[in-house]
């Protein structure tokens, strides 16, 4: 069974380019998650989604970063305009409402120069 | 945001030895997950836990809710060269959000 897909595994951009990665769930998973993994704060939740509706944004650091998932099968995380501290890795994680276990993608780097 | 603490913070062991690490936090969680991250990979389940005192294992991995509910621990017996990794305990709360451990550094010596 195929995992959680991630694209691009790498992106380097300049500072103030849109920057937008993908990523499709494990099929049959109704709960989406988008974290954040950098050295000095660890793994971070950004945001997560229900059947396709953002439950919770509180961790997205702030208006330059959205996400969308338009159906069970496809969800993004863009950053625009994308910033030097945006640099980090972004994974993409998926599950099954009502229970805890999260399945993780292996991980989009994203360089901003 | 916040990170629950896990020690040791990194281990050099060799290969045969048995590897113990703990993860504590102040608040109380319901589910704990232990999770290992190879370099360039996301990270992997290894183990679910589910009520506090409860026992798992998953090979040569055996990992423990802690009966207060804010800890866990996690256990390799036998320890060998793919072992090498970071270990992430993570506690579960409200709504099935994760709150990860600052991880375990293990690296095997031959």
């Known amino acids: 069974d195929a995992g959680v897909i991630q694209s691009p595994r790498h992106e380097v951009t300049e500072m103030g380019q849109e920057v937008t990665l993908r990523c499709k769930p494990i099929s049959g998973h109704n709960s989406l998650f988008w974290y954040r993994q950098t050295m000095m704060r660890g793994l971070e939740l950004l945001i997560y989604f229900n059947n396709n509706v953002p439950i919770d944004d509180s961790g997205m650091p702030e208006d330059r970063f959205s996400a969308k998932m338009p159906n069970a099968s496809f969800s993004t995380l863009k950053i625009q305009p994308s910033e030097p501290r945006d640099s980090a890795v972004y994974f993409c994680?998926?599950?099954?409402?009502?229970?805890?276990?999260?399945?993780f993608g292996p991980g989009t780097r994203l360089t901003v120069t | 945001g916040q990170q629950l603490n896990q020690s040791p913070q990194s281990m050099f062991i060799q290969e045969g030895e048995d590897v113990s690490m703990n993860c504590t936090s102040s608040?109380?969680?319901?589910?704990w997950l232990w999770y290992k991250q190879d370099p360039g990979e996301g990270p992997v389940l290894l183990i679910a836990?589910?009520?506090?005192?409860e026992l798992t294992s998953n090979g040569r991995l055996t990992a423990q809710f802690g009966i207060t509910r804010k800890d866990s621990f996690l256990n390799i017996s036998a320890s060998i060269p793919s072992d090498v990794g970071i270990y992430f305990c993570a506690g579960v709360g409200t709504a099935s959000k994760l709150t990860f451990g600052t991880g375990t550094r293990l690296q095997v010596t031959l």
């Open positions: 608040s109380i969680f319901n589910t």
């Open positions: 836990l589910y009520k506090a005192g």
């Open positions: 994680a998926s599950g099954t409402s009502g229970r805890s276990e999260q399945y």
